[in-house]
């Protein structure tokens, strides 16, 4: 069956990884990330709730449960509840199945769609500092707006969005990126260290970002979101 899933949606245009159990869905999901996952609740030795299970929150990824046995209205409402998007019941026509892929990823994006329109809007207060996202102002305690470059605003979203979380530089590399060209193996350092300067009372000894050695950096304070 997963066979015969699998080569419909690819029939239908779905990159498409197959994996027999939960270890190699994790493989699979390292290897290539997913938009949308099915799994089956028969998994043989393994229970597919208890996958779920430990899906839940993961990278936000849509689940479609697949149930059996006419479809045990227990397995749905649990699943439904451990946070599946929609469910199958076998026997089931892969017609039916391709419309429910196709909804669920629509709401999805949707969904994400929202999430960064609220998040381009959003304004972020932290020890006194505000950043409004929409006008890319940096507005100091003292009222008075600092200028950022678009390297350095994108550095700072990226801290202010994941605060009290150690960021890789490569993460940040990422994040702080403006023009592929402009990336270079320390730029990062540079950035941080053009942001201590603005932010911080006393940059040599930084209170707001810190270093986590060997790691990359931290966002060390609270962040509001209004």
Known sequence: M?????????KHGFDVSRAADSVAMKRALAW???????????????????????????D??????????????????????LGADDYIVKPFGLREMLARVRAVLRRAEGAR????????????????????????????PDG??????AGEFNLLAAFVRNPQHVLTREQLLGASRVHDEEVFDRSIDVQILRLRRKLEVDPTQPKLIRTERGVGYVFAVAVEVV
């Open 2 to 10: 997963r066979d015969l899933i699998g080569d419909y949606l690819v």
């Open 32 to 58: 290539k990330p997913a938009d949308l996952i099915m799994l089956d609740l028969q998994l043989g030795e393994e229970n597919g709730l208890d996958v779920l299970r430990k899906l839940d929150g993961e």
């Open 60 to 81: 936000d990824l849509p689940v479609i449960i697949i149930t059996g046995n006419g479809g045990e209205e227990a397995d749905k409402v649990v699943g439904l509840e």
């Open 113 to 140: 769609a929202a999430a960064r329109r609220r998040a381009e809007r959003a304004v972020y207060r932290f020890a006194g500092w505000k950043l409004a996202m929409k006008t890319r102002v940096l507005t100091g």
């Open 144 to 149: 008075a707006a600092t200028r950022l470059t």
